[in-house]
C-alpha cells in the first residue's frame, strides 16, 4: 500500500506546528484531512480536504462530534488512517486564584478529554493500516513555571494518557507522543515582537543556543508514524534542544 492510499488527520492545523505537519505529510504522499477550528485554512496549510472543527464541542455535544467525524470519513473516501495527530492545544495563563473552574475545564476538555475522544473515534480506522496516534505534548509536561498551571497539567496528564493508552490498546495500534520545548512559530515571535532581547535570551537558555523549527516537530512526526519505527510505542519524545537536561542554580 503506497502512502497515497492511506489518510492523516491533523488537528490545530492552522498553528505553526499544525502547518507544518499537514506540509510535511502531504509531501510524503498521504491524503491529509486539515481541521482546526478557523472557519477558513490560513495560508501555510496544506490539505486535500479541511473541516472547521471545535474540539471542545467534539467533546461535549455527542451529535455536533458525530457530524466531524462522519465528515473526515467521507473524505478518507474509504481509505484506512496512517496517523492521528492530536496536536491542537489551548493555552490559558494565570496561577491558582486567577483560573477559574471553567478555564480548567476548557483547558483539559481540548488538551487532553479531546485527544482521548478523537483516537476512540477512529481507533478502528487507525488499526486497518496499523495506524498510530501521536499527541503533541509540550516540555511543560515535565518542566513548568509560574502562570502555565492549568497547561502544564494538561500537557503532564497527556503525555501520562499516552504511556497508559500504549498498554490499553496493546498492539492494534501505535500511541506516541512529541514534548517540544520553545518553537519558531509566529505565535512565539509575535510574543516577543518588542522584546528582541528577551528572545536572544530565551535562544541562549538552550543548550543547542536556538530555538526550535515546526519543521522537526513535524518530521519526527512522519518518522514516528512510520511503520519502520514498529517498536516505538507508549514513548514520550523531548524536542527541546537539550534545555530538560541543563541545571540552573537559583540567583
Known sequence: ???????????????????????????????????????????????????SADLEKTVNDDGYAHSIFSQIRSHCEGKPVHALINNAATQVLGGLEDLSVLQWHQ????????????????IEDLERD?????????IHARLTKKNFLAYATSKAALSGMTRA?????????????????????????????????GYENLKSYHPIARI???????????????KSV????????????AISARLYDPV
Request: aromatic share 8%; glycine share 10%.
Open 1 to 51: 500500500m503506497s502512502n497515497s492510499d492511506s489518510c492523516v488527520i491533523v488537528t490545530g492545523a492552522c498553528g505553526g506546528i499544525g502547518k507544518a505537519m499537514t506540509r510535511e505529510f502531504k509531501a510524503e504522499g498521504y491524503t491529509v484531512i486539515a481541521t482546526d477550528q478557523k472557519a477558513e485554512p490560513v495560508e501555510g496549510v496544506h490539505f486535500d480536504y479541511y473541516i
Open 107 to 122: 483547558t483539559m476538555d481540548v488538551n487532553l478529554i479531546a485527544p482521548i475522544v478523537w483516537t476512540k473515534a477512529f
Open 130 to 138: 496499523q495506524g498510530s496516534v501521536i499527541n503533541v505534548s509540550s
Open 165 to 197: 493508552l500504549a498498554i490499553d490498546v496493546g498492539e492494534r495500534i501505535r500511541v506516541n507522543a512529541i514534548e517540544p520545548a520553545a518553537i519558531e512559530t509566529e505565535m512565539l515571535l509575535a510574543g516577543f515582537k518588542d522584546n528582541p532581547d
Open 212 to 226: 526550535g523549527r515546526s519543521e522537526e516537530v513535524a518530521r519526527l512526526a512522519v518518522f514516528l508514524a512510520s
Open 230 to 241: 514498529g517498536f516505538t510505542h507508549g514513548s514520550c519524545i523531548q524536542v527541546d534542544g
